[in-house]
Structures are given as structure tokens and as C-alpha cells.
């Protein structure tokens, strides 16, 4: 995925305008990659991260009376990977501010309302100034392939109900995942809530079985 330099907005679809590089568009519905504007000089840089009129209709991507409720600021050294993680109410904005993501989106809805017996699965490499707005219902996680500073945006404040996830590796999704470099035994850090995630089947039995 190239660096954007100057990224004018474009209409994303039903509920959301965001900036954009004009790059590929996603196979997911109701995902949007893009990118926001650096400004830059010898006395540093500006950007802005976020703008409401960036989702007209918010409603139409994240259910009626949706907003940004919170926005979370997260780092991670080279080699750790945060993920799969899932939530059934809320929307997430993310916007690398430095570094290197290698982003996985799972959409796992077509188990969910019985449409497909597979996710549909995404991975794209997000660079600083990068962004992508991932709808509930679709599953995400990064490895970060050089220290990274992600500020994220989500239409929920903090539910430990609504805070799911399933196995980085889990077969069904198959995410090939890229090699990691930056650990002595090339496996990625992950924290012990990821390491104990279930499968993505585990999952979607327990949430039907409500």
C-alpha cells in the first residue's frame, strides 16, 4: 500500500466519507480504507485525524443513534500483534499516526446470519497517515511490522460484554499472516487475553447459543 501525500475525501458508501489515497476499494461491505493529510514543514507537521462531516450518516454504517463515543490511543513495539478482535455494537476508526501495520479484517457476519459457511477475509499493509473505518460484525487485528501509534475512534465507550475475539491463527480464517522479524523465534507478542481467544467456530456457536 503506497503512502498518501495530498488525499482529498471521497463518499465511502452508505454512513461514511472518509479521506482516501484511491486505492483499492474493500471486498468487505462497509469498510473503507484511506488516508488523511500530512502537512508538513522544517517546524514539524499537522493533521487532522478525524472530522464528523468525514460520516454524514453514521446511523446507516453503525445503527441508529450512533456516534463517536471514545477515542483510544494505543502503541506497540515491532513483532506484536493485537487480535482477532470482535465486536457485535461498534464501529472503529483507525488512523496510523507512525510506523508500519499489517492489518487483518475479518468479516464474520455470513456465519453469523447464515449467508456463507467462510469470513470474508482482508489484509492490507497500513502505513503512517492510513486509515480504515471497520463496521461491527467485522473482526480486526494488526501485526506491527515497526513500532507503532494508532489513535482509534469508536462509536461505543469501553463494554467488557461487547469486547470478543477469536485465535490470530484460526484456521478457518487463514489470515497469512506475513513472517515476524522482529522476535528471536519469529512468533509474534501477543497479550494472554489473545493467546486464550477460541476458534472462530467456538465463537459464533457461543454467541448464537446466546
Known sequence: MSHAEDAPARAAGPGVTVPTHGGAASTIPGVRWGAVTRHADERGSFREVWRDAWFPDLEAAAGPGARFRQANFSTSAAGVLRGLHFHRRQLDFWVVEEGVAWVALVDARPLFDGSGDRPIVETRELAADGT?????????????????????????????????????????AAIPWPAVLATPDGRPILSGRDRANP????????????
Do not use: K, M, N
Open 132 to 172: 480504515v473505518a471497520i463496521p461491527a460484525g467485522v473482526a480486526h487485528g494488526f501485526l506491527a511490522l515497526r513500532p507503532l501509534r494508532l489513535a482509534y475512534f469508536v462509536t461505543a465507550e469501553y463494554d467488557g460484554t461487547d469486547e470478543l475475539g477469536f485465535a490470530w491463527d484460526d484456521p478457518l
Open 199 to 210: 476458534s472462530l467456530v467456538q465463537l459464533v456457536e457461543r454467541l448464537r447459543a446466546g
